[in-house]
């Protein structure tokens, strides 16, 4: 599902002077460049609302990765997995015993 500013993204990418976006991420450079660029982006963020968005951004292609990677950040984020209950106790009672009440026929009233 594309967003309003993706197609308009796009759009800029085939206009002549390109994105309004300075940084350029050049393609073939060991993954320390771009460890390094990404910490660059970041300290350039006024607060963190501006980040969750970048952050949201970024996210989309998260399904993507490897396993091994998701288990990366699951670790760096913290994320405590869920509790799963694959047990169930079943207590069974003994005789049902007739519960219905039953009429006092020997009173002397």
């Known amino acids: 599902m594309s967003s309003d500013l993706e197609i308009f993204?796009?759009?800029m990418d085939d206009?002549?002077?390109?994105?309004?976006?300075v940084e350029v991420v050049e393609p073939g450079k060991d993954n320390s460049y771009y460890q390094g660029l990404g910490i660059h982006i970041l300290k350039q963020f006024e607060n963190n609302d501006h980040y969750f968005h970048f952050l949201k951004s970024i996210l989309?292609?998260?399904?993507?990765?490897?396993?091994?990677q998701k288990d990366?950040?699951?670790?760096?984020?913290n994320i405590q997995p869920n509790i799963i209950i694959k047990e169930k106790?079943?207590?069974k009672?003994?005789?049902?015993k007739n519960t219905?009440?039953?009429?006092?026929?020997?009173?002397?009233?």
């Open 89 to 91: 106790i079943v207590y």
């Open 15 to 21: 206009v002549e002077g390109g994105s309004r976006f």
């Open 60 to 68: 989309k292609n998260y399904n993507e990765l490897e396993q091994n």
């Open 9 to 11: 993204m796009d759009m």
């Open 93 to 96: 009672g003994g005789k049902k």
């Open 72 to 77: 990366e950040i699951y670790e760096l984020l």
């Open 100 to 109: 219905k009440p039953k009429l006092n026929n020997f009173d002397d009233y």
